[in-house]
């Protein structure tokens, strides 16, 4: 069974930076993509950058750029979420899903999803 | 950046009746267009990939069209479960993706 589970929720200040872990079982962690999703409280869902787990490039969404770095540990099977800079609008549940299989990456959905990891900013 | 608006922002629905929901893209995507379930405090699931093609485990009842710039999701007999948000997401242009604000199917 693929199971995404993700680090428990966190409380920052203002200007800090948190770090979320999604730790993957079920699938051959290297063989896909491994996307970040960001949904504030009542709102939609907000693409955040995806990372191959292999080499550990990155790309991610202009709106983030500079402040998310999203990295991958292959021993472990952990993806890894940073944020910078937090202020109060990034509270908001954050989650990794399962990006496309690296040999068929046009297929870019994202399937399935860790539970999500609270993040709450306030000083 | 690629738009994508769903429409209505809210669906009020029987159960056992028909729910269309509606997606539209402000430029072509051609097939490349999914749609998840999202209810509350869980995770989104993925329902429908490539405009049509349903997930693993998702019921017959739930099925997708369209292509370009106009989608649909229609579940054609809406059972207590059906309830919850639904998004779109286009991934035309790779590795960006953008999801839809969102439909909420709510028992009438």
Redesign the interface.
Known sequence: EVQLVQSGAEVKKPGATVKISCKVSGYTFTDY?M?WVKQAPGK????MG?VDPADGEA?Y??KFQGRVTITADTARDIAYMELSSLRSEDTAVY?C?T?PLKSN????????????TLVTVSS | EIVMTQSPATLSVSPGERATLSCRASQSVSYNLAWYQQKPGQAPRLLIYGASTRATGIPARVSGSGSGTEFTLTISSLQSEDFAVYYCQQYNKWPQVTFGGGTKVEIK
């Open positions: 993509y996307h939609g869902l907000e693409w995806l790309i969404a202009e989650y899903a990006g990456y046009a297929e870019n959905c994202l399937d399935p999803w860790g539970q999500g």
